[in-house]
């Protein structure tokens, strides 16, 4: 298994719409996982921290799943400004910093 | 406050050609990356450094070097520029597992 799996995508949903995304990862270890969010010609911002079993936050939730070892992220009432790449991160194995391991990305076009 | 802030935003090599990136932060961050991103594979780790003076290989560090004499900046080098090094290079830094990233500088390699 790669180190953090994600469907790419893309994911056209219509405004007010409620979609999830699935991101798998294979260190066991890991303790902790994020959500960016990178537009479009632009570099990643943090859009969450996940320590323990999930994390809210406004229209935006992920969960952890530990025993599947997957994240996910869930966004309710889709915005038009929430078209962008949602990038998994995970730390990779061993000691390296705080360096992070991306997965791709899965896309996402929300549509009026 | 700037952040982290990358020079230059955009360059073209022929190949062979040497260049240096810079990335500056103000934050007072003792760690700092650089990443490549290219279609289809997601940001890859190139060096990473783990305080003033000391520097490490990430994922993808073949054909580049870094130097992080000050812990401000953090300088990527390409001695022989190649083609496949086109893409855009990320920089980033953190003081624990949350990265702010600059930028970018998007490169070609003709």
């Known amino acids: 298994r790669k180190e953090v799996e994600q469907d790419p995508g893309p994911f056209n949903v219509p405004e007010g719409a409620t979609v999830a995304f699935n991101c798998t990862y294979s260190n066991s270890a890991s303790q902790s996982f994020f959500w960016y969010r990178q537009d479009c010609r632009k570099e990643p911002k943090l859009l969450m921290s996940v320590y323990s079993s999930g994390n809210e936050d406004g229209r935006f939730t992920a969960q952890l799943n530990r025993a599947s070892q997957y994240i996910s992220l869930l966004i309710r009432d889709s915005k038009l400004s929430d078209s962008a790449t949602y990038l998994c991160?995970?730390?990779?194995?061993?000691?390296?910093?705080?360096?992070?391991?991306f997965g791709k990305g899965t896309s996402l076009l929300v549509t009026p | 406050n700037a952040g982290v802030t990358q020079t230059p935003k955009f360059r073209v090599l022929k190949t062979g050609q040497s260049m240096t990136l810079l990335c500056a932060q103000d934050?007072?961050?003792?760690?700092m990356y650089w990443y490549r991103q290219d279609p289809g594979m997601g940001l890859r780790l190139i060096h990473y450094s783990v305080g003033e003076g000391t520097t490490a290989k990430g994922e993808v560090p073949d054909g580049y070097n870094v130097s992080r004499l000050k812990k401000q900046n953090f300088l990527l080098g390409l001695e022989s520029a190649a083609p496949s090094q086109t893409s855009v290079y990320f920089c980033?830094?953190?003081?624990?597992?949350?990265?702010?990233f600059g930028p970018g500088t998007r490169l070609t390699v003709l």
């Open positions: 934050m007072n961050h003792e760690y």
């Open positions: 991160v995970v730390p990779p194995r061993g000691n390296s910093g705080y360096a992070l391991n």
């Open positions: 980033a830094s953190s003081y624990s597992d949350t990265q702010y």
